[in-house]
Antibody
């Protein structure tokens, strides 16, 4: 059974940092692109970043470039999102998602709240 | 990079068909056959309905179908059922490893 379990969310002050993790299991992690998607409260889905199987290619939505860094540890079947210089508009549930576009498997999400 | 354009709302009666559009540009929807559709019920995780424009994952009823013409992709839900009431999102590959989502459409079953 495919499982994606996010952790690391919480309350952080504007300008602060947070690192999200995603533990993957039930599939061969090294054969899939991995993606972070977020959803602000009451809003739609927004693609945040993705990373190629071997970590050699990464891409980000414009609003997080230079502030967020996506990475993966294939030995640990884990995906990460390092977030810095956080803003109120980054408040959202962050989903760990398998694949690049055809996203069949999603984690349950972890809530990040940026507020003073 | 603006979101793909979806109508904010759509509606239909049980048994009817409804089509939701997803309009982009030649740099995303029109340029690649990598359009997916997702269904999201309140408080739930999005569910993949359609990928690569027309393909359905195992277990998705054939009442859900996808198509594309030019820069616009469409999701058609046939034989509407009460459980189809949900939010629907499209996404598309947009080149250089980028992906873009639509703004979402709230489907109401009357």
């Amino acid at each position: 059974e495919v499982q994606l379990v996010e952790s690391g969310g919480g309350l952080v002050q504007p300008g602060g940092s947070l690192r999200l993790s995603c533990a993957a299991s039930g599939f061969t992690f090294t054969t899939y692109w991995m993606t972070w998607v977020r959803q602000a409260p009451g809003k739609g889905l927004e693609w945040v970043a993705n990373i190629k199987q071997d970590g050699s290619e990464k891409s980000y939505v414009g609003s997080v470039k230079g502030r967020f860094t996506i990475s993966r540890d294939n030995a640990k079947n884990s995906l990460y999102l390092q977030m810095s210089s956080l803003r109120a508009e980054d408040t959202a549930v962050y989903f760990c998602v398998r694949g690049q576009v055809a996203n069949l498997y999603w984690g349950q999400g972890t809530l990040v709240t940026v507020s003073s | 990079q603006s979101a793909l354009t979806q109508p904010p709302s759509a509606s239909g009666s049980p048994g009817q068909s409804v089509t939701i559009s997803c309009t982009g540009t030649s740099s995303d929807v029109g340029g690649y056959n990598y359009v997916s559709w997702f269904q999201q019920h309140p408080g739930k995780v999005p569910k993949l309905l359609i990928y690569e424009v027309t393909k359905r994952p195992s277990g998705v009823p054939d009442r859900f179908s996808g198509s594309k013409s030019g820069n616009t992709a469409s999701l058609t839900v046939s034989g509407l059922q009460a459980e189809d009431e949900a939010d629907y999102y499209c996404n598309s590959y947009a080149g250089s490893s980028n992906v873009i989502f639509g703004g979402g459409t709230k489907l109401t079953v009357l």
